[in-house]
């Protein structure tokens, strides 16, 4: 009976794991952080009221949210109204998928065989996450769209244009780094990385791929979806409570997925260094752990611990990046994403290609 | 039945099943993640309708729009680009969809000495991709003036 419910068991502490880790813990961290380092930023000293540091602030928004009245503007269309809340945090949940938070592990010899620390193994690998994101697109159109407002419409048309033109861009860049490992799959794409980070051979990939990723999650400089001095609040201006919450909850949640799978793509995953593995760490101290965890599950714990720091470093990236540059002008954004990122992207694959058939 | 619809896909994998059970199972994970999106979703919905507060007046329910009343409808003629925008994304981007598996199998094509053939076959396709954009270029698609 425990042999047939343990990878039920398995799979479902991973989807809590996760799940409950980013919408419960690093969104609001995430958001507590983003309001702190502004403060650094600009020379204040920002939310320093709820709890040591102010790190309860986000918990208490949050209550706020939900017990401030369900307002329902005039003229909305009432299920597209309700529904693009709900259809922005679905592709913000499934993200997290195919997403691997550490190695292959038997959790202390529980298992027989590794077993790999993602929620689906799915064949398409990164590709699903392209896919996702691009769902992304519907919660936002949907919102503007039903809300009776012309910000809402222009926001939404905007942030739609902004997203999947950027989408190009940023499919090129996955496609060189397919190029350069041989798989979609993120687990052997780490594992191809472990003589060189995929940064060095795909510099430039990354360097079309990190403003990509920056204009999909609307984020500043792209944030033009949402520029407060023309369009209010764009898309959700109409959305207040808990509508807007979740809104703002998915935003955190499709970022830290997107750092995860650049840590993953790029900087090696959970592997300790180029060309010196976790496992080469522990053979030099002697501690006869591995990365599986067989022995002692600490093998398997401080390699994820290591990704999440990567990933941490990366929030941090967005934050700082938002509080720094200005934002672009709209059709300075619209001529970077495909004057300058999908050209680009097309001579890298070009070259990368030429370089990887000749060499 | 799928030996009818999918008769090609059948012959070329001859022995492997259309569907292979272990990848399928897969999809629960997915499955399982989309239902606690949907259900974070509506309960954080439900729990406000319930909990929340309401004071609604007429004037609290208007659209915003800086203060003055609405005017005008909200639906108004948006600029063709955004649609032009959305052709030419479908387009460019089931082309990139299209390079993954010349991507994927470029390692093995390389060690069995093929890496000219293969290069060529992608350097081609990317040219077509290549000239569609410098003639959507030229044409003025990509200005926002």
New interface residues.
Partial sequence: MFEVLLPWLF??G??LLF?GIV?GGVAPVMIWVERKVSALIQDRVGPNRVGPFGLLQSLADGIK???????????VVKPYY?LA??L???????S??IIPFGPATTLGGLFETPQRLQ?????AGV?FLLAVSSLSVYGVALAG?S????????GA?RA??QM??Y??AA??AV??V??LS???DLVSMVEAQSSMWNIVPGFFAFLVFLPAIFAETNRLPFDLAESEAEL?VGYH??YS???F??FF?AEYAIMTSISAVCVLMFFGGWELWPGFSWNDLYAALNLGWTTEGTTNILGTIIPSVWFVTKVCAFLFLFVWVRWTLPRFR??QL??IG??RL??LA?LN??IT??L???V | MLRIIFPFFIDRFPGRPLFSAV?FS?????L???L???L???G??L???M??????Y?R???????GIP?T?A???R?SV??YL??VS?IL??IE??F??PW??????F?ANGE??F??TV??VF?GM??LG?IY??RKGL????
């Fill in positions: 799979l479902l991973k989807i799940f919408f949210l939900v017990l401030k009245e369900p307002l329902e503007p005039e003229g309700y809340p709900i922005a945090v679905i592709p913000a949940a499934l997290f998928a929620i689906s193994n799915l064949n590709l769209w809300s009776n407002n012309k910000f809402s419409v222009m048309l739609s244009a999947i033109s989408e190009l499919g090129l496609v060189t397919i190029l041989g798989t979609v209010v201006t109409e409570g808990i509508k919450g979740l909850l709209y059709d619209m001529s495909w004057k999908l050209p097309i694959i070009t290609a030429a990887m058939a000749l | 990848q897969q999809y629960w994970g997915v399982i993640l989309a606690l999106g949907v974070t979703g509506v954080a919905l729990a406000s309708h909990v929340g507060s309401r004071r609604f007429p609290k329910t208007a659209p915003y729009e800086c609405s005008g909200d639906n108004q948006f680009k955004f925008v959305a994304f460019f981007d990139t969809i390079l993954v991507a994927q199998s470029f390692k093995g390389v890496g000219a293969i290069f992608g350097f990317l991709l290549t954009l959507e270029w990509l200005d926002w003036n």
